[in-house]
């Protein structure tokens, strides 16, 4: 490359005097430049001998080819390795719904003891942080079939002072307490953009507690599967979330649950109604 006399549109004819970590320097009559390698002969300079121009590109084009190939085999390297890590955790999960003989139960709502929340899991997806900010959680009163799914209609159930874990992309982002029962209310615009759902629905006034180092259920396989053998369960018995938006959640599972974000963010534990949950639950 040294040595190579390169023409350039403003400066004229000069000369490559040095090579080194992707830069070359041109010497031209009137000053010295730097160029980005191989940059420069793609935008800016060219080989005054066409040969050797071609030469140089020719030699660009083959190290563009060598990384895009080694792109490749690192991105399929990748997707090799995320495949048999999901086929690993599938067939643990496989065993693990063998081991507790998985077997839906009829659906029974809890029985509500005085003095004592009842525990909600909702899965709010790209929703979360609208709601989160927004102070609640709304669901629709039907779907396009003119049907009221479960796991909407479940709004309904919810009483003040009752507990609901947040879900987001598989992680437990925060803990809220219900401020009163659920009530009717138009679909919040900063949910309505998506234009996904019916305006007609229902909302629940929550106070949020954010949880900085959310914990991800996946890491709870076992105790789900073990805690979720009911009907309308947030978790399937393979231990993977269910299709739907708020679902009831076993008590011991919600401690569980509790517990591990206590443990990774230690100010939970401040909290009133999260203290006295896991203490109500611990004496038990």
Sequence with gaps: MVGVN????VFGIGTITEYSNN???????????????PDAFEKF????????????????????DLAEEKRRKEEAAKKAAAERKAA????????????????PKPAVRSQRIEGKPLVFFVFQGGTFDREYKGGYI?????????TPPHHWTRLLDVRKGD??????????????????ACYDYQQPKELAVEDLWDLEGRRVDCDYTYIENPIKTSAYVSDIIRLSNVKYSP???FGSGNMGY???????????????????????ASIDYIDSFVSENNDD
Excluded: G, M
Excluded at 25 to 33: Q, W
Excluded at 246 to 254: C, G, K, S
């Design 23 to 37: 830069y070359i320097t041109v010497e031209f009559s009137e000053k010295t430049c730097k160029f980005v390698y």
């Design 235 to 237: 978790f399937d018995k």
């Design 163 to 180: 507990i609901i874990l947040h879900c987001c992309s598989a992680y437990v982002k925060a803990i809220s307490v219900a401020k009163d």
């Design 138 to 146: 709304w669901a629709p009163k039907e779907n396009s079939s003119a």
């Design 6 to 9: 390169v023409k350039h549109a």
């Design 88 to 103: 690993e955790e599938a067939a643990k999960r496989v065993e693990i719904a063998k081991k507790y003989s998985y077997s």
């Design 45 to 64: 300079i060219k080989a005054k001998d066409e040969a050797v121009h071609k030469a140089i590109l020719d030699r660009i084009q083959a190290a563009k």
């Design 246 to 268: 708020l679902f009831e959640i076993n008590p011991d599972l919600a401690k569980i649950f509790i517990k591990e974000s206590i443990r990774q963010n230690p100010y939970l």
